[in-house]
């Protein structure tokens, strides 16, 4: 659950020390006051940061550089600016040489119509992701600012804009919230009274129940904080492997970036990581194990037999083929890949162990029961084989 740095939802499990704002019972009656908030500020102030609620141009900056510090943002991405105000982001972007298929949204008509004015040929539109759903994607999802001004419930609010904007990219999502560590003095607010500050704890734990690849910077402005939440960051691996310095040739050195795709669910990723590698029996046989993760049934059979081509004498693919096909309901097939593995690996006792699961599934008795005491008599510790032997012999009698 999202809190606010105010009334009953002050406290965090953890005891980190709040500071509370005194102003904080004064939300915005709706969106439209929001809209409106900000179409009088524009016609105060004109085209500067101010006219956001930024107090100063150096603020605002601060932001961007937050917002263009997501990892993989480049030139011919795509990018959607929820809350994008006058374009200023796209701006900054082209200042930076950072060429992005742009488009910006906010539920300011006054701002947009000015936005368009500003950047001619621009993308702007008047819309809220909340009440016109889109099925479109972008590869990176910013909110520079637009999340502050208290709505009523805006806990309830704020967490189902952070999931639709989530919804929205296919790499990434970075947005930027006040925290609640400095919410009794924040001179970077027009109007303190009526910001919310979040718990950068709290925001973080919700955020991790949409992607495990989350980060938190709360140092490029100390009154608030950014979120990076990533569907699918490949360059902290990316970085690893020219620490690594790896060759295009499968070996022990190639684990580590494995074990990172792997654990992030990164399997797509991880294949292709493995398809610019070398041709190689381990290869293909990993690449069969990732397609397994994904449910491609034709990619990851293909690959194990690819495997066990390349390397006749390896039981390993005929072992994740037999798997494959047994839990595809092809018993047979199961068992002949599976008796092949045990020829070429004798000495394993999981290998006669899995043999004999499937001829007791097939209702092959008594060559289950013979492949349970090959088992044991590999390795008279093998348990599983033992607790089977044993139930078998229960029930015959």
Not at 35 to 63: I, T, V
Not at 226 to 251: E, K, M
Not at 253 to 265: A, D, L, Q, T
Request: proline content about 4%.
């Amino acid at each position: 659950m999202i809190r606010s740095a105010s009334g009953s939802g002050d406290s965090l499990d953890n005891g980190s020390r709040v500071r509370h704002h005194r102003g904080m019972s004064e939300p915005f009656a709706d969106k439209r006051a929001v809209a409106q908030f900000y179409s009088d500020l524009l016609d105060k102030h004109g085209d500067h940061p101010r006219a956001l609620g930024w107090e100063n141009a150096h603020s605002q900056l601060a932001s961007f550089f937050q917002m263009a510090a997501i990892d993989g943002l480049q030139s011919g991405s795509s990018v959607l600016d929820i809350g994008c105000g006058l374009g200023h982001l796209k701006s900054f972007l082209d200042h930076r040489g950072v060429s992005v298929d742009y488009t910006g949204w906010d539920i300011c008509a006054p701002l947009i119509a000015r936005a368009r004015e500003l950047h001619p040929g621009g993308q702007f539109e008047v819309r809220d992701i909340l009440a016109d759903r889109v099925d479109r994607q972008f590869d990176f999802v910013v909110c520079s600012g637009a999340l502050t001004l208290r709505l009523p419930d805006h806990e309830k609010w704020l967490g189902n804009m952070i999931s639709e904007m989530y919804r929205l990219c296919r790499r990434g999502l970075v947005f930027n919230l006040l925290s609640s560590y400095y919410a009794h003095d924040n001179p970077l607010c027009v109007d303190p009274a009526h910001y919310y500050h979040a718990h950068p704890e709290q925001i973080l734990a919700f955020c991790l129940e949409l992607s495990r690849q989350v980060a938190l910077d709360h140092c490029e402005l100390a009154q608030s904080f950014a979120v990076y939440v990533y569907r699918s960051n490949t360059a902290p691996i990316q970085r690893l492997a020219r620490h690594l310095d790896l060759g295009p040739v499968f070996g022990p050195n190639h684990e580590p970036m494995i074990e990172y795709y792997e654990s992030f669910g990164m399997h797509e990723e991880l294949i292709a990581y493995l398809e610019a590698l070398e041709p190689g029996a381990e290869v293909f046989d990993r690449i069969g194990l990732a397609a397994f993760q994904l449910g491609d049934e034709d990619r990851m059979l293909r690959s194990f037999e690819s495997a066990a081509a390349l390397d006749p004498q390896w039981a390993q693919p005929l072992v994740h083929l037999a798997i494959a096909h047994m839990d595809a309901g092809r018993t047979e097939q199961a068992i002949s890949f599976m008796a092949r593995a045990l020829e070429l690996a004798p000495g394993d006792a999981d290998i006669a162990f899995r043999l004999g699961q499937y001829h007791e599934r097939a209702g092959h008795a008594s060559k289950a029961e013979a492949m349970y005491r090959a088992a044991l008599q590999i390795d008279a510790e093998h348990k599983i084989s033992r607790k089977a032997l044993e139930r078998m012999v229960k029930n015959r009698s």
